[in-house]
C-alpha cells in the first residue's frame, strides 16, 4: 500500500484547509484509514485526529478536533480526505495518511505527511 497526502499549506487562525491522501491498492475499500498528525515540539509523537472504517459509515475523532474536522473517503477513487475547519494555531503539525489493513491490528502503512501551518 501507497499513501500520497497532500493539502497542507500555510492558513490563517480561524482558517480552512482540505487535506487528501491518495492510496494505491485494489484492497483499499478494505482499509481502516486514520489521518494522524506530529508536532514540532522535542520527542513529540504522532497522535490520531480522525479515523474512518472501511465503509465510510463509522468515524472517530480525538477530543481536540472534534466538531472541527471531517474525515470522509471515496473507495471508488481510493481517496481519503480530512476537512478541517476554525484551525487553531495548535493544529499546527505534520499530517499523515496511515491505513490498516487489518493484518497487525495496527496502522502499518503511512504517508509522506503534510504540512499544515496555522499563524495566530
Known amino acids: 500500500v501507497q499513501l500520497q497526502a497532500s493539502g497542507g499549506g500555510l492558513v490563517q487562525t480561524g482558517g480552512s484547509l482540505k487535506l487528501s491522501c491518495a492510496a494505491s491498492?485494489?484492497?483499499?475499500?478494505?482499509?481502516?484509514m486514520a489521518w494522524f498528525r506530529q508536532g514540532s515540539g522535542e520527542n513529540e509523537k504522532a497522535t490520531i485526529a480522525a479515523a474512518i472504517n472501511a465503509a465510510g459509515n463509522n468515524t472517530y475523532y480525538s477530543d481536540s478536533v472534534k466538531g472541527r474536522f471531517t474525515i470522509s473517503r471515496d473507495n471508488a477513487r481510493n481517496m481519503v480526505y480530512l476537512h478541517m475547519n476554525n484551525l487553531k494555531p495548535e493544529d499546527t503539525a505534520v499530517y499523515y495518511c496511515?491505513?490498516?489493513?487489518?493484518?497487525?491490528?495496527?496502522?502499518?502503512?503511512w504517508g509522506q505527511g503534510t504540512l499544515v501551518t496555522v499563524s495566530s
Open positions: 491498492g485494489r484492497s483499499f475499500r478494505s482499509y481502516v
Open positions: 496511515a491505513a490498516d489493513d487489518g493484518s497487525q491490528g495496527d496502522f502499518d502503512y
